[in-house]
């Protein structure tokens, strides 16, 4: 089978596209790149669609690499027929491939291994074809040698019996199809077990569906047996496998049968339960791993592509008590202008201090928002200043500060501010992320964020790859200004990488700012490759072309520059000039000439050049009067912000330590299939307080 059709045959997606994407990953084209520029050539498919047909590419390569491998081993030992060799080659599901290969695998010696040098292969043989009633006679003929009774031969033709039924192709599958459509996962308690905290309360006495356990459950379950807190099953329905097996094997009712179904049972119940068990709890993991990669890729997206303030002069507050709080002020640009640290809260309480110190900064420089960091005394430090007179008042916003502390502890922070402690890089990666959270956040590891499920959890590989793309799409559907980005941030830019971002960044610094796309070029190591790749997704405001502050590729400059010499414009005439955009949007010739997906791009992109996507950052008050737990009420109203959604509900920040929880079931009357259909990072809800249990530090919520 060719790697296209296999594709086909898992997705559905047009050959033509398959093969396009193919052809361009092969050459080097990265996904953002593929999806926004070569959509004549794929027909138009997405990111989605694009990165899976790339990684079904790569699963095939690793399919027909085991293939290979499986082939050469068991022709190396002569047993490869032409039969086994045709369905090896013919399959292209690895389960099925591990099956026609286990009778072949190395293995430690087994009860079989030794009975067949005792001599009883013939035994088990005729045992199997269930021809004969008296067994006994036949049976005596291999009582020699290490085998000293009939029962002893009996015994040993029934491990090598059981070694067949447990290595059958066919057996296995129906069995893997039993197990993973049927079966029943339990959870239960271990006696003596410590769980103080009653994480995993609900699962003492548990049993579900296997196949219909949602996959954050599966986890939460799976992390209470890692932590030996629980006890945990997946069982089939065993009398109806032993019965399809016994209908599978059994041919007669005679003395044979009798011993065929006695290894039916032995094979079940101690080679295929215990591995299919295992095959199965890994698929289920399998499965709850993809479902929490994705939720939380869809976070982390949300979050890179928060709204930002832009270009304003900051003044940012790492909020603490003991420790008082960490203040910076930063240009438009993000440099640091001030620091220094005041003490408004309990033990010191120096609040008119604060005030009057705050009140200054703001005046000195000039500061046009300020960043408020969310977490410890976060709340008791917005309060204060909203009680500060100033004479041109800022907007005051409340920024999330996950991973600030991994920020300023870095290897990233240390080569920013070599010169400033942790709690100074802290403050001023808060101010940024007001900013520009997108340039801020792209220098932590995604993983610290605070917006995942289970991520400690799943597959660590798979996840890194995951969130790496997904912080590479955020960057390029923004774009990027290549003569302000860090270095950070330029890598994640298509076709740049690490090393590329620090020769622009030196070649920037030495140079001065780039004037045009076309003088990128002039970088150590940027070929034109690189520059194909990345030259539509980097920004050069006050260029002399209009083009390069806009996602139109230089290689439809010349397409551009001929439009607008046919309609008598310049081509800054013809941007955003809408009557005559729409006409040349639904020109046919046009469409025929560069293809109706680019063109409709290249129109879009002039009608409003350079536009960021992300919506702008609105000011968020939370509820007066609340600072802990104990002052909510069932019934209360209170403001808040989604920090996190998962597959079973949204975390609110109220503005307290404690984060409640919308669960699914009280976001909307109608039924919700996920959370994040309603619900995103960092949206702005009013939610009715329904549960409260402080023993726990749970707080319930509903927004229906």
């Known amino acids: 089978m060719l790697v296209n059709k296999y594709i086909g045959q898992l997705t559905k997606l047009p050959e033509k596209g398959i093969l396009a994407v193919l052809k361009l990953s092969d050459e080097g084209a990265t996904i953002p790149f593929i999806s926004r520029y070569r959509k004549e050539q794929t027909g138009n498919l997405d990111e989605l669609e694009i990165e899976r047909v790339i990684q079904l590419a790569d699963q095939f390569k690793q399919i027909v690499k085991r293939k290979k491998f499986i082939i050469e081993t068991i022709s190396a030992t002569g047993d490869l027929s032409v039969t086994l060799n045709e369905k090896i080659s013919a399959c292209f599901d690895l389960n099925v491939l591990e099956d026609l290969y286990l009778p072949y695998k190395k293995k430690k010696q087994t009860k079989a291994d030794t009975a067949k040098k005792s001599g009883l292969l013939g035994l088990a043989k005729t045992i199997m074809a269930q021809e004969l009633n008296k067994l006994d006679e036949v049976a005596l003929r291999y009582v020699k040698g290490p085998i000293s009774s009939i029962e002893e031969a009996y015994e040993g033709a029934g491990h090598i019996m059981a070694e067949w039924i447990t290595e059958n192709p066919i057996v296995r599958e129906k069995l893997r199809h039993s197990f993973y459509n049927f079966s029943i996962l339990t959870a239960t308690k271990i006696k003596k077990a410590e769980d103080p905290l009653g994480k995993y309360k609900n699962f003492y006495d548990f049993s579900q569906s296997g196949s219909n356990c949602p996959p954050y459950r599966f986890l939460a379950i799976l992390r209470g047996e890692n932590e030996k807190v629980l006890k945990v099953k997946i069982q089939p329905n065993a009398d109806y496998n032993l019965g399809w097996m016994e209908r599978f094997y059994i041919k007669r009712d005679n003395d044979c049968s009798e011993l065929v179904k006695d290894a039916i049972k032995v094979a079940y119940k101690k080679q295929l339960v215990p591995s299919l068990e295992l095959e199965t709890k890994a698929h289920f993991k399998a499965l709850a791993d993809e479902k929490s990669i994705q939720n939380f890729t869809k976070n982390i997206e949300q979050l890179l592509l928060s709204p930002p303030v832009g270009a304003k002069r900051v003044l940012a507050i790492d909020p603490g008590f003991r420790t008082g709080c960490k203040i910076v002020c930063l240009s438009e640009n993000g440099d640091l202008l001030h620091n220094t640290t005041i003490f408004p809260h309990p033990p010191q309480k120096e609040k008119s201090k604060a005030i009057s110190k705050i009140a200054q900064l703001v005046e000195q420089y000039k500061i046009e928002a300020i960043a408020i960091g969310d977490g410890t005394a976060g709340r008791e430090t917005e309060n204060l200043i909203k009680h500060i007179a100033f004479k041109n008042p800022p907007l005051a916003y409340v920024v999330r500060e996950d991973g600030a502390s991994i920020y300023s502890a870095s290897k990233v922070a240390r080569e920013e501010f070599p010169d400033y402690d942790v709690t100074v890089r802290g403050a001023v990666s808060i101010g940024r992320r007001l900013c520009d959270p997108l340039a801020e956040l792209v220098k932590i590891d995604a993983r610290s964020l605070g917006v995942g499920q289970y991520q400690h959890d799943v597959n660590q590989t798979l996840l890194k790859a ?29 076709g740049i990488g690490p090393k590329l971002a620090e020769s622009i960044v030196e070649f920037r610094t030495k140079n001065g700012r780039f004037k045009n796309r076309a003088s990128l070029k002039l970088v150590p190591r940027l070929g034109e490759k690189a520059f194909e790749q990345a030259a539509g997704f980097l920004r050069i405001k006050g260029a002399g072309n209009p083009l390069d502050n806009s996602s139109v590729h230089p290689e439809q400059y010349r397409t551009v520059e001929s439009i607008a010499k046919e309609c008598q414009l310049s081509v800054k005439e013809l941007i955003g000039n809408i009557e005559v955009l729409q006409k040349i949007e639904n020109s046919t010739q046009l469409k025929n000439k560069i293809g109706a997906f680019t ?17 702008k950052s609105r000011v968020f008050q939370f509820t007066e009067g609340i600072n802990g737990i104990e002052d909510l009420k069932v019934g209360m109203l209170v403001n808040g912000l989604i920090t996190n959604v998962t597959d079973f509900g949204a975390f609110v920040n109220i503005g307290i330590k404690t984060n409640g929880l919308i669960h699914k079931t009280e976001i909307s009357d109608a039924f919700v299939q996920h959370p994040t259909d309603y619900l995103a990072i960092d949206q702005q809800v009013q939610a009715r307080v329904i549960l409260i249990e402080p023993e726990r530090n749970r707080i319930g919520l509903s927004i229906k």
């Not at 912080?471 to 994640?492: F, I, R």
């Not at 063109?599 to 919506?615: C, F, M, N, S, T």
């Open 466 to 494: 995951a969130l790496d793309l997904t912080v590479e799409k955020a960057v390029n559907k923004v774009g990027v200004n290549v003569n302000t980005a860090s270095k950070y941030l330029l890598s994640y830019v298509s």
């Open 599 to 615: 063109l409709k791009d290249i129109v879009a992109e002039l009608k409003k050049p350079g536009i960021d996507p992300r919506l």
